[in-house]
């Protein structure tokens, strides 16, 4: 992957292109979580660069974007739109995890037409009927929460609790390693603060995947999951063995489902469908849905 740099009003963003790009190709642009990096993604770089153009940030706030001084949804959206205009590209596929799959929701309460497919990992919806004013004011108040616990004790219940494997674990330590308590505490404060402000119902013109890890136990994500499944009729696949970062617990099966999703899609097609199967016609979403319920 080739570093690049986008300089803004409010710091400097640094985004990762694969080297082979071309233009006839499908663009997968990943979305990494809240904390975490784009290296996150490493195992899903190794295998879709060679035939497809990728792309990755590091957020406002994370990796190498950390000297970042306002965040907002319509920052970080003008943020993705600028990178794709330096770029020169005009549409792509999301892959989108955790606080990720946020920024492609967003995009797509903006502007329609951009994201032409969309792959949640862990991921939550936009929509304001899925949250409750519980929910809302306990993310008003995540920062603040996070300062009942030693940061050694905080970063080790981040990595353990979104890990079920000890590549999903380590990698998750070296991510948080970058930061001090004070400063994780405001990076998370200033995602749940603007996610809060922006969140609206949302028209997803485009296939959406969902995925989540068999052992994924962070806040509401599984409850969220089902909902959208139900709600949407989205396909929803569990990735087995795998938690919260399920891309880097369980690689070869995400990268199986992702590769499926995007190769079967139909890119500006006139039709526009949530209820994608990926090309195989079985009960596999109802039945990764039982068992994600069980």
Not at 25 to 36: C, D, E, M, Q, V
Request: include cysteine; proline fraction near 2%; hydrophobic fraction near 35%.
């Amino acid at each position: 992957m080739i570093e690049k740099q986008l300089e803004i009003q409010h710091g400097t963003i640094y985004y990762y292109t694969s080297e082979n790009w071309d233009e006839d190709r499908k663009t997968i642009f990943f979305f990494h979580g809240l904390t975490a990096n784009h290296t996150m993604f490493e195992k899903q770089f190794e295998f879709f660069c060679d035939e497809f153009n990728v792309i990755a940030w590091d957020s406002p706030g994370h990796g190498k974007s950390r000297l970042f001084r306002v965040f907002t949804m319509d920052e970080a959206t003008d943020i993705i739109l600028k990178i794709m205009k330096q770029e020169k590209f005009e549409s792509f596929i999301a892959v989108g995890q955790s606080y990720g799959g946020y920024f492609p929701q967003a995009i797509m309460c903006r502007k329609s037409g951009i994201v032409q497919g969309f792959v949640g990992i862990g991921t939550s919806p936009y929509g304001e009927d899925y949250y409750s004013e519980m929910d809302y004011w306990i993310l008003r108040r995540a920062g603040l929460m996070c300062r009942f616990f030693p940061w050694p004790i905080l970063k080790l219940l981040s990595a353990i609790g979104v890990s079920s494997t000890m590549d999903g674990f380590k990698n998750m330590m070296q991510m948080l390693s970058q930061y001090d308590k004070k400063e994780y505490e405001k990076v998370v404060q200033d995602y749940y603060d603007a996610l809060v402000d922006d969140i609206k119902d949302v028209d997803i013109d485009c296939p959406v995947l969902l995925t989540i890890g068999q052992h994924d136990r962070t806040g509401k994500v599984r409850k969220y999951n089902v909902r959208w499944h139900k709600h949407t009729g989205c396909r929803l696949e569990v990735i087995k063995g795998a938690s919260h970062n399920a891309n880097v617990d369980n690689p070869d099966r995400m990268n199986e489902i992702i590769y499926s999703f995007v190769c079967n899609l139909k890119i500006n097609s006139n039709t526009n469908t949530n209820n994608t199967n990926d090309g195989n016609n079985t009960s596999s979403d109802e039945e990764s849905c039982e068992l994600f319920i069980e």
